[in-house]
């Protein structure tokens, strides 16, 4: 009869102990929470070509890379403030803010704009090891990310892109509808 009162303590402590451990071992699953799910645009090459002239086909879709210092960059050079948009689906990738002149002859930015809709790729095509940037949304490919060159910009990196992968909004001019929004039609779920 004594044994059994003794025990019946030290067992409410071991259970109560256990219990104190189960949260604990859920706690990880905040650092999951940041990671926003995107939502993705997939189109086939047709459709693609259908909306994007043949140079903005061939360099988003197809990984080609536009000629060095030709019209589009003189357009860039020329371009104040504004955005710069992802021309197939219509994200935001840049601001006139993240913009230098590199003198490479691509549109050059030392950093992407705080919508982050850009992703880094590694990139062994060619015979180099470089570092891809495609937009987030649809996939398209803007041009690569070099770093370290000593460039005086608080990055030290340069996005080397594609004039033709964007589209240049001016400052209080209207954003391209997000083609991601823009392909759902009323009464759709
Ligand atoms: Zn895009």
């Known amino acids: 009869m004594k044994r059994y009162v003794i025990l019946t303590p030290l ?6 102990s256990f219990a104190e451990d189960k949260p604990k071992a859920e706690a990880p ?29 061939l360099v988003t879709r197809k990984a080609a890379t536009e000629r060095p210092h030709g019209a589009e960059y003189e357009k860039f050079n020329a371009q104040g403030e504004g955005t710069y948009y992802c021309v197939c689906c219509g994200s935001e ?3 006139s803010k993240e ?16 919508a982050k809709n850009i992703t880094e790729k590694r990139d062994v095509s060619a015979g180099m090891v470089r570092v ?16 370290g060159e000593g460039f005086k910009t608080p990055t030290d990196r340069r996005y080397c ?9 001016e400052k209080g001019g209207k954003p391209p509808v ?3 929004k823009a392909e759902k039609k009323e009464g759709e779920k």
Request: proline share 4%; glycine share 6%.
């Open 178 to 180: 997000p083609q991601g």
């Open 99 to 114: 913009k230098f002149h590199s003198g490479c002859g691509w549109p050059s930015f030392y950093d992407q704009s705080k």
């Open 161 to 169: 892109i594609n004039g033709v992968a964007m589209t240049f909004v």
């Open 132 to 147: 891809e940037v495609v937009c987030k949304v649809c996939d398209a490919h803007l041009g690569h990310v070099f770093e």
């Open 29 to 57: 699953k905040e650092a999951e929470k940041k990671e926003q799910p995107v939502m993705k645009v997939e189109k086939s090459d047709e459709d693609w070509r259908k909306m994007l002239t043949e140079e903005q086909f």
């Open 93 to 95: 990738l840049f601001t």
């Open 11 to 16: 067992l409410a402590l071991a259970l109560i």
